[in-house]
T-cell receptor
Framework: AQSVAQPEDQVNVAEGNPLTVKCTYSVSGNPYLFWYVQYPNRGLQFLLKYITGDNLVKGSYGFEAEFNKSQTSFHLKKPSALVSDSALYFC??????????????FGKGTKLSVKP | KAGVTQTPRYLIKTRGQQVTLSCSPISGHRSVSWYQQTPGQGLQFLFE???????NKGNFPGRFSGRQFSNSRSEMNVSTLELGDSALYLC???????????????FGPGTRLTVL
């Protein structure tokens, strides 16, 4: 069965420092991987995805993620954190079998707190 | 383009009642998925519709049902409400074709359901 793990409930970073939010996954075959962000009282916003190709994926708001097949990881990174990046971040996976677009399996989420 | 809209945004019901939530996808999107978000269980996939057909279903009891109309708008219904059904219900739409699963989903703001 598919699963996603986000080992850190919370990550604290000082503004201007690099940030990393960790994600590991377990699927059969090659996965589709996604990162979403959720601000308070809002729905989820898409940040980036890995489907195939270059292991380093660039997304919205300066975020990027690196797909590592051997470590089954898809960590989210940003070179310089902003206070406005403070939010809840979700990693998600979908097995690439034909037919379904919607059954994302989400991690528990990591709360990112960026202090000035 | 307008984003995914969900109505109502907030809802208070009592145990035993039923509720219907509505979702209008982004124009042109034919895939609509529903998720339940709770502090304890996180984000869980409920079901997915594509062209008025349910294509995938999560592990929820039969009290949870949905449908999709010819204009791609979707509704989900929960009958015989229980206290544990209190959650944020998120709808997401995708432009993906039937085959493949690499398209990102765009989420609405959610409907906050409180069951008393």
């Amino acid at each position: 069965a598919q699963s996603v793990a986000q080992p850190e409930d919370q990550v604290n970073v000082a503004e201007g420092n690099p940030l990393t939010v960790k994600c590991t996954y377990s699927v059969s075959g090659n996965p589709y991987l996604f990162w979403y962000v959720q601000y308070p009282n809002r729905g989820l916003q898409f940040l980036l995805k890995y489907i195939t190709g270059d292991n380093l994926v660039k997304g919205s708001y300066g975020f990027e993620a690196e797909f590592n097949k051997s470590q089954t990881s898809f960590h989210l990174k940003k070179p310089s954190a902003l206070v406005s990046d403070s939010a809840l971040y979700f990693c998600a996976v979908r097995e690439p079998h034909g037919g379904s677009q919607g059954n994302l399996i989400f991690g528990k989420g990591t709360k990112l707190s960026v202090k000035p | 383009k307008a984003g995914v809209t969900q109505t109502p945004r907030y809802l208070i019901k009592t145990r035993g009642q039923q509720v219907t939530l509505s979702c209008s996808p982004i124009s042109g999107h034919r895939s609509v998925s529903w998720y339940q978000q709770t502090p304890g269980q996180g984000l869980q996939f409920l079901f997915e519709y594509f062209s008025e057909t349910q294509r995938n279903k999560g592990n929820f009891p039969g009290r949870f049902s949905g449908r999709q109309f010819s204009n791609s708008r979707s509704e989900m219904n929960v009958s015989t409400l229980e206290l544990g059904d209190s959650a944020l219900y998120l709808c997401a739409s995708s432009s993906g074709r039937i085959a493949g699963g690499g398209n990102e989903q765009f989420f609405g703001p959610g409907t906050r359901l409180t069951v008393l």
